[in-house]
């Protein structure tokens, strides 16, 4: 798992349970929604001494790469709480992580990763710079996103960096707040171009 990354497990693994269940089942294999990838440096899995048999885990796993919401990690994390006890550190970062891939796919993220320090967070070819620049844009005097020191955001075509503080914590505290950002930044404007706003 840690040569591919959480996410991709995830991803893999959820196919080839879909893919064998589709096939005992007699149907055609459901394909799964794209999603975004998340390939950051975070201590985020199930330990052996939390949750000891490798079914509940990779069931775990899997529940948790395809949930869809909040609400669906939060009954997640409840089961876990009930079943094995009060989540270790890695098991809440893993809950974060998949908390924050919920968040970036509403946004319309494609990806985010770590490169040299800096938080690159790509999209797909339909998002716009200037969507991204003022999705980010300040929307007054206090209005930055917290841990982002000016200057720190860098725009391309398709994707933004941003350098982190060397903190972990707080270098995960800046990807959650930029994400929710650019999540705020798509909803205004998806509202602003509706059909109330012409």
């Known amino acids: 798992m840690a040569a591919v990354g959480f ?14 269940k589709a096939g005992f089942e007699g149907r055609t294999a459901v394909s799964p929604r794209q ?18 048999e490798e079914p509940q885990k990779l069931e775990l796993y899997r529940r948790l790469g395809s949930a869809a919401s909040r609400e669906d990690v939060a009954a997640v994390r409840d089961e876990l709480l009930d079943r094995f006890g009060p989540p270790p550190g890695p098991v809440e970062r893993l809950l974060d992580v998949a908390r924050l891939r919920i968040a ?9 990763s770590r490169e040299e320090g800096q938080l690159v967070v790509r999209f797909p070819p ?16 206090g209005d930055r996103i917290p841990g982002v020191a000016v200057g720190g955001i860098t725009f391309a075509s398709n994707q933004i960096r941003v350098r982190l503080p060397p903190d972990p914590v707080a270098a995960w505290a800046v990807t959650g707040a930029l994400v929710e950002r650019l999540l705020r930044g798509m909803r205004e404007a998806e509202y602003s171009s509706g059909p109330a706003a012409r």
């Open 35 to 52: 999603s975004t990838t998340i390939d950051l440096p975070v201590d985020a899995y199930l330990p052996d001494d939390y949750v000891p």
């Open 104 to 112: 970036a796919e509403a946004a319309g993220i494609g990806s985010l």
């Open 7 to 20: 996410d991709l497990y995830t991803r893999m693994l959820g196919q080839a349970v879909e893919e064998e």
């Open 126 to 141: 339909e998002w716009s710079r200037a969507g991204a620049m003022r999705a980010l844009a300040p929307r007054g005097p």
